[in-house]
């Protein structure tokens, strides 16, 4: 999806483009300890008939794809990062929504931090601009507010390209993360219609 800026009159024609956007919704059951992701015909069929009119109103026959990285071009070279750096990172009140769980459009300060602390070539990419041009989240477990992370980071610097992949503090399986980020901190030669990131 396309984001616009409009100004104060959504009908005129010089409407700008800000960004694009994809997101994936996951419904949880939380009673279960950990949480599951909800699976079964019979709760399929209860969100299908919950979000008929939303789906048939308001969405696009490309978001049905499940597997986000197909939603993206194919790249012809993968990521190689050449810096590495394990932080520790604690969960502040600032970056929690109204239940104390990680708001996720918190998400580019949280990489700000993370790129602070690690220093060297990764405080670089922040040095000029704070926020990354592209951004691709996934957020597998709960995050919470005062709980200590292990953040590492990885980062290609040739492309400006950067992952963070956050753990509970002392955790090592990667089954256990909480939040995995692929960031480019690229601004210069865009490409006009934005679109940076590939799988």
Same mark, same amino acid.
């Given at each position: ?48 008939? !919950?979000?008929?009119? #939303? *789906? ?5 026959? =490309? ?6 990285? %197909? $939603? ?49 070539? !990764?405080?670089?990419? #922040? *040095? ?5 041009? =592209? ?6 477990? %709960? $995050? ?56």
């Amino acid at each position: 999806q396309t984001l616009y800026l409009v100004g104060k009159q959504r009908e005129r024609d010089l409407n700008v483009p800000l960004a694009t956007g994809r997101f994936m919704e996951c419904f949880c059951d939380d009673t279960a300890e950990p949480p599951v992701a909800l699976s079964g015909d019979a709760w399929e069929q209860d969100v299908e008939k !919950f979000f008929a009119r #939303v *789906k048939r109103d308001h969405s696009s026959e =490309a978001l049905k794809e499940t597997q986000f990285h %197909k $939603m993206y071009p194919e790249s012809k070279t993968p990521f190689t990062p050449t810096k590495f750096k394990k932080v520790s990172w604690l969960m502040s009140h600032g970056f929690g929504d109204l239940w104390n769980l990680l708001y996720h459009a918190k998400t580019p300060e949280l990489l700000w931090d993370l790129n602070k602390l690690a220093g060297g070539s !990764f405080a670089e990419l #922040v *040095k000029d601009e704070p926020d990354p041009q =592209a951004v691709g989240v996934s957020l597998p477990k %709960k $995050m919470e507010v005062g709980k200590v992370y292990d953040a590492y980071c990885f980062l290609e610097e040739s492309r400006q390209n950067a992952v963070y992949v956050l753990l509970p503090s002392g955790q090592t399986a990667l089954a256990e993360h909480v939040l995995a980020v692929f960031a480019s901190y690229k601004w210069k030669g865009v490409p006009e219609d934005g679109k940076t990131m590939t799988a």
